[in-house]
């Protein structure tokens, strides 16, 4: 009998097949329903069918329930898995195995290739079937490349699904453990990053954590990168990682399996040296969540996230001490955790001197390509989601202009300043991006407080490049693409009419391009209570999104044009919708802040207005209101302000604006 490792025995396989054919049996039943059968009720379904007709699918194959079949995928190669490696856990059946007069290798061999003959043929008959019923649902359409790229998705995510399970098989005992420790070791490591990372922000400042995070969210961990693939393929380079990753996982697979204790089927964590890895990294990762939580559910102060640390780590250590002993009796190896502790202090030396390191570096102009500032941390990342990118302008967000960059740098040393020991819940984001001319990125955010921010960013709102860079108008690569748009009176709280006149769109869209370069940008504005409404576009096949555009008071061509060109729009923002107004003197901005909270308590009631905190003149006369609201005589900035009370016209709560008026 061969015994070399790829040397095949029939028996032996059959064995290891027949432990999981009820495995694959569910998967082929899962698959089928899933695709084949789905395609063919929506053909049945006439509102699912209209749907799919409108929409434009990259593959529809994995439009139609992917976030199903990735479920399917993510489940039954776990539960294979952890079947054909759970006679390591059970000393008679240890015995046996070992017994045979096969090499380990053999033997692991035999596993892999049951396991993978067992969850591939599921979906290759399902790709059959897809191929041989593909002439009968048209309009429904996929092509061959289409059932090739399902089909090599689906085999690699299974399939990788499964030699992992296999691999921490090897390193763990109990089955629940296992599998638990399957889903965990695929994001533990990204995770501790992100933990790592959200507590650091408590130490350095500027630390770009939301960037930093949702890059590592998306492309850093591979249960979510793969249940994302419907809306982003994988790229050349994440195939190749993958693939060399999987082919280390098995080639490690083999000799860990071949120095693995038989003795060792009672014990949670088969090697010391991972036994102690094990409790080390998630008591670190508890101590970081202990912190967390005292921070952010409990808004404590440092002392209190310091003592969060301690709790968590005593707490997880001696959980995970539980586990590894599987006893709750416990014998608490206290040396243990002093070492631990000593080794996060260790870490701390290093980990200060790269914190303040990373506050400071602030690069040179000469080495800066584009920089971008706004309150996200990418541009217009909450307006062109995954799959509309395309309709987005190259570089939009961004300032490549030699005086944009020095003043955005002058306001990065101000914020680094302004910035320090500000709570989460006290400041306003700032996002600071530069794009420097050998292709890498330097960014940092900082939470400041709104005043302080309105101070700061005071001559870089009357940039007319930060106009464009923070108006997503001027971030539409296609403007000719806008199919209609629809309009919001906030002062009446009415919805307008929709319009799909190209001619009608195209001078609303110009007016506000007008009103927004004549002006001063509206991000980084304290000026929030002079909106008068907002214009939504619709872009692209079938209204693939939208964007929203703020209208203010003070937005003269743009208010013209919504009373010309929208049905309706002559009532918008009109006096004959006020039923209160006041001209309020307020010099100083502490002044302004005063009269802001005194109209925005907090709570719905409508404030007394008898009760103003500073000197007012109330003005009754129609004819005169409309004088006020002609949007040529208000401003942004003026310590004669405005102060409309819209009437309520039943929506919930009192719409109040307050904006400047011209001196």
Do not use: C
Not at 223 to 230: D, Q, V, W, Y
Not at 544 to 555: A, E, S, T, W
């Amino acid at each position: 009998m061969k015994s070399g490792i790829l040397s095949f025995n029939k028996g032996l396989f059959m064995q290891h097949s027949r432990s999981i054919l009820w495995i694959s049996i569910f998967f082929l039943l899962s698959q089928i329903i899933l695709l084949p059968l789905g395609l063919m009720m929506v053909l049945y379904n006439e509102r699912e069918y209209e749907y799919f007709l409108q929409t434009d699918y990259r593959n529809v194959l994995f439009a139609f329930t992917y976030v199903f079949q990735y479920l399917t995928y993510l489940a039954f190669p776990v539960i294979t898995g952890i079947v054909l490696t759970s006679y390591m856990t059970k000393k008679g059946s240890s015995d046996f195995m070992h017994s045979l007069p096969f090499k380990r290798g053999t033997q692991l061999f035999h596993i892999y290739a049951a396991g993978i003959v067992s969850l591939a043929l599921p979906i290759l008959i399902n790709a059959v079937l897809l191929l041989m019923m593909r002439p009968f649902i048209k309009p429904l359409t996929y092509s061959m490349e289409h059932l090739l790229e399902w089909l090599g998705v689906s085999l690699f995510i299974t399939l990788f699904m499964f030699i992992v399970t296999v691999m921490i098989g090897l390193f763990i005992g109990p089955a629940l453990l296992q599998g638990i420790m399957v889903y965990g070791i695929l994001v533990l490591p990204a995770g501790l990053i992100i933990a790592t990372l959200y507590n650091a922000r408590y130490f350095v400042n500027g630390l770009a954590v939301d960037s930093y995070t949702s890059k590592i969210m998306n492309d850093g961990i591979f249960l979510f990168r793969a249940g994302a693939f419907a809306d982003r393929p994988f790229s050349g380079m994440e195939w190749a990682v993958y693939l060399v990753l999987a082919a280390v996982i098995v080639a490690v697979s083999f000799y860990v399996y071949k120095v693995r204790p038989a003795e060792a089927v009672d014990e949670a964590i088969v090697f010391p040296f991972f036994r102690w890895a094990f409790i080390f990294v998630l008591t670190y990762a508890a101590m970081l969540i202990g912190g967390l939580y005292f921070d952010q559910f409990l808004s404590g102060s440092l002392v209190w996230t310091i003592i969060g640390y301690v709790i968590g780590a005593l707490a997880g250590y001696t959980l995970l001490q539980m586990i590894v002993q599987k006893s709750l009796r416990l014998v608490w190896p206290w040396k243990g955790f002093l070492f631990y502790v000593l080794a996060v202090l260790m870490l701390l030396i290093p980990g200060t001197f790269a914190g303040k390191a990373y506050e400071k570096a602030v690069p040179e102009a000469d080495e800066i390509e584009k920089v971008y500032i706004g309150d996200s941390g990418e541009p217009f990342e909450h307006v062109f989601y995954t799959g509309v990118e395309k309709l987005k302008k190259v570089d939009a967000g961004f300032m490549k202009g030699a005086d944009s960059i020095n003043e955005v740098r002058d306001i990065h040393a101000q914020l680094i300043d302004a910035g320090i020991g500000v709570s989460d819940y006290d400041g306003y984001l700032v996002s600071v991006t530069y794009g420097l001319k050998d292709g890498n990125r330097v960014q940092r955010q900082y939470k400041v407080p709104m005043d302080e921010l309105g101070r700061i960013t005071e001559n870089l709102r009357k940039n007319v490049e930060f106009i464009k860079a923070s108006n997503p108008l001027f971030a539409i690569a296609a403007p000719e693409k806008m199919t209609y748009l629809s309009g919001y009176d906030h002062t009446t709280g009415r919805q307008l009419a929709n319009v799909a006149g190209k001619e009608d769109i195209e001078a609303i869209r110009s007016a506000m391009e007008k009103d927004a370069l004549s002006g001063v940008a509206d991000q980084f504005s304290m000026n929030g209570g002079s909106s008068a409404g907002s214009i939504e576009y619709w872009i692209g096949k079938k209204h693939q999104m939208q964007i929203m555009v703020n209208v203010d008071l003070d937005d003269e061509h743009t208010i013209e044009a919504i009373r010309k060109h929208i049905p309706g729009g002559e009532s918008f923002a009109s006096a004959d919708n006020v039923e209160k107004a006041f001209i309020v003197t307020a010099e100083t901005e502490e002044q302004k802040k005063e009269l802001f909270d005194f109209i925005w308590s907090g709570n719905e009631k409508e404030p007394k207005w008898n009760e103003m905190p500073l000197p007012y003149e109330q003005v009754k006369d129609t004819v005169t209101i409309k004088q006020l609201l002609d949007p040529a005589g208000l401003t942004e900035d003026s310590s004669r302000l405005l102060v409309l009370k819209w009437q309520e016209n039943g929506h919930i709560g009192y719409t109040v604006s307050v904006v400047g008026l011209k001196e």
